[in-house]
């Protein structure tokens, strides 16, 4: 009997391979290429299921050029990069990997922020530069984050996890913006009160940002929403690229409207704004917020879990349309 066709379009673990080859005839990419489009259109011919990450774009006009495809298995939380309505259509069920990251980004989240208010890149560059000559009163000082306000935008799962760490590790007053409030016991739990957008980044000293990417987000801080801010004040984003208006951000860091600001995401990534260069106070760090290794290690058992279940007739754990499996 011919087993099912599946690909996994990026470089994983080889125990993942190996609990796949178990299952299906598996093509993988040794190479880690990310493959342009007809590329994997092209990879896709005869398959059923597909193990992908945030990288790689799954669209209606992907999906019409591939119609053995029954299952897209995601090792990313976020799916801004699936067209979840138009695997839904075609009867495609998408699964993606919640969970089993949120304390590992909520860490790395936190962590920038703090290296934001600490100045730790800029002092650390300025130090291996071979600059450090003496000591003085106000060097890279910078704001506390014990006790200040910390201001999170989008309070999902991360959002949370990072709430709780201001709320009980550092004494920090937690406000928070979503488009649905927290009910009044998980308020009460992370001492966290809903605020609207505006009063958020009047009040935040440390703003971190966490809400997911769709149109409704796009730029959903720009220059404007920056001028609000505290001149004191630090920018998080471990959100995605395009929720910060990055050229806007790297105007406001040089034009010292904001102090300092901390990215794990960018606009066009890997490509980013090279103005963040140039900008004071900015810590950058190639989108590895949920790069401890037990954690991508779960995020990618999670995927080869969901397409096993998907394709072997049992229950995957996290579908995003599990009605597209009726069609
Ligand atoms: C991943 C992420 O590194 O899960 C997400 O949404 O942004 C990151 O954790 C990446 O997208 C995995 O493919």
Redesign the pocket.
């Known amino acids: 009997m011919t087993r099912p066709a599946v690909l996994v379009s990026r470089r994983v673990f080889d125990d993942i391979v190996d609990r796949l080859r178990q299952h299906f005839d598996v093509t993988t990419n040794p190479d880690d290429t990310v493959w342009p489009q007809a590329e994997l259109i092209a990879r896709l011919q005869g398959k059923v299921g597909v193990f992908i990450?945030?990288?790689e774009k799954i669209d209606a006009a992907l999906l019409d050029a591939c119609p053995d495809l029954r299952a897209v298995c995601?090792?990313?939380?976020?799916y801004n990069n699936i067209d979840v309505a138009a695997c839904t259509a075609r009867g495609v069920v998408v699964t993606n990997?919640p969970d089993v990251?949120t304390e590992t980004?909520a860490d790395f989240g936190f962590a920038l922020m703090m290296a934001a208010a600490r100045r730790i890149a800029e002092s650390e560059h300025f130090l291996r530069r071979g600059e450090w000559n003496k000591w003085s009163v106000d060097m890279f000082a910078g704001s506390d984050v014990h006790g200040a306000t910390l201001g999170v935008l989008g309070m999902g799962r991360i959002g949370q996890a990072i709430a709780r760490r201001g709320a009980l590790g550092f004494g920090m007053q937690v406000v928070y913006h979503n488009r649905s409030r927290l009910p009044a016991d998980i308020e009460a739990t992370l001492g966290a009160r809903w605020v609207s957008k505006e009063e958020l980044l009047r009040q935040a000293d440390h703003l971190v940002i966490v809400v997911p990417y769709s149109a409704a987000s796009h730029h959903l801080v720009g220059a404007a929403e920056l001028a609000l801010m505290k001149p004191g004040a630090t920018l998080t984003n471990i959100a995605r690229g395009g929720v910060v208006d990055d050229a806007a951000l790297a105007r406001a860091l040089k034009d010292r409207v904001i102090a300092a600001a901390a990215l794990d995401v960018f606009e066009g990534e890997p490509q980013f704004n090279r103005d963040l260069l140039d900008a004071p106070s900015v810590v950058l760090t190639p989108?590895i917020?949920?790069?401890s290794i037990p954690t991508r290690r779960a995020?990618a058992n999670l995927a080869t879990d969901n397409l096993i279940a998907l394709l072997t007739g049992g229950e995957p754990k996290t579908a995003l349309n599990p009605e597209a499996r009726k069609r």
């Open positions: 990450t945030g990288s995601t090792m990313a939380v976020g990997a990251l980004t989108h917020a949920s790069a995020m």
